[in-house]
């Protein structure tokens, strides 16, 4: 009977197998090797079954890094110079959150933002949206830009001298370019072009309307300056002087010639570029 089950119709198929299964794992024991058949066959029993499989996912912290690669040991090593900004920044916000390191943290918000200017320009409540970034962690960020910022007009004992555009450029740069409203600024000069004073004349859209000359020169005839460059930013971060601009440049430069302060310049900063009308012969005769 068992010889025929072998030969049986298809209705008995399972039991043949169940049956050639049970020799041919006889077999397997008495020579001592695998069958390669007759191992797959639990693989195939498992053939549509859901295998469960926890992933543990490992996210180091700075301080599993090795103490070379820590951005506040190698500050200390090598200087604040040597750290790339996203170190620096990691410095600043201590502290990361839920499976993201400080350092990654911080290359997010670089990314993010676009960079430093980026974050300058952000508003708290913005930063405070942020993942891992609270009320505590986005005041650091705030306070450490503006010392940034006041780190370069904080030396009244060493005031830059003003030789070129590019000077007066990279004094109003920085904290100009960041702006979110139209600036217009004044860089008081004495007799030898060194930097007096840096007042904030008005802030809005800038046109000949609302520009009062008078108001304009007041604080230059009060520190009895020589000459003034005249400043002002394109939030757009796009430089190009438009015909207002032009307009106003050449009602400054007549009033400084009635008033003998000679207006040296006027520029227009945008992200990271300027322009300057003097050079582009644009509203200066």
Known sequence: MKIRALFSPLTNMDTSVIFVGQVANLSYMKCGRADSKAADIPERRREGETMSKTVIEYHPTIKDLPAAERPRERLQ???????????????????????????????????????????????????????????????????SLELGRRLLIASPEERPQVKSPTDAANLMMIEMSVLEQEHMRLILLDSKNYVLDTPTMYIGSLNTSVIRVGELFREAIKQNCAAIIVVHNHPSGDPTPSPEDVAVTELITRAGHLLDIEVLDHLIIGQQRYVSLKERGLGFK
């Open 77 to 143: 090593k090598y200087g604040a110079g040597s750290l790339s900004t996203a170190e620096l920044l990691a410095i600043i916000l201590r502290t990361g959150v839920g499976g993201e390191n400080v350092l990654n943290l911080a290359a997010r918000l670089l990314a993010k933002f676009g960079g430093l200017l980026g974050l300058a320009r952000a508003g708290f409540g913005e930063l405070c949206g942020e993942k891992g970034i609270g009320v505590a962690k986005a005041a650091q960020l705030k306070a």
